[in-house]
């Protein structure tokens, strides 16, 4: 009977060993396609990222497009902007100018009546010179009064001899 018994456990044992097999085939199978589905999955997940990430870029390129167009369209605005208050102001700067030119200066009008005068100067300071009239004529003394350079050579006038010839300059 224990050989009966030892042939059973013997049975027993070949039985085990042989669903222990079975069961290590079936989980190294099953770990062949675990390993399969996840290298499947990987690659499902890399395309899938990728495709994403490739949409995105896409996305996000048109908006930084758009943003540098907006950009563009303000630049150009701002330097229109600044052209006009550039001409403004100088339009203003020149008008003011030819305004404080016209408050300033004399007129045509004045200027040839100012002109005339001069010219009737000018002539009267010359027939003054023709007749002797370059005398020496300075302030004097603390009083500051008027005098004159005198010739001390020449003899004197009057009946006193109290007036001497002017010296010319």
Known sequence: MTELHDDDQTLRMGLLMEAAQAQQRLAQSSLERLDANARELDATVRDEVRRTLTETV???TLETEQAADALRRLRRI???????WTVTVTLISVAVAIGAMRWALPSPGQIESLRARRAALLAEIERLREHGAQIDLRRCGVRRRLCVRV???GPGYGAHGEYLPVEGK
Not at 78 to 84: G, I, K, M, P, S
């Open 58 to 60: 896409a996305g996000l």
């Open 78 to 84: 701002a330097d229109l902007r600044v052209l006009a």
């Open 151 to 153: 010739d001390r050579r």
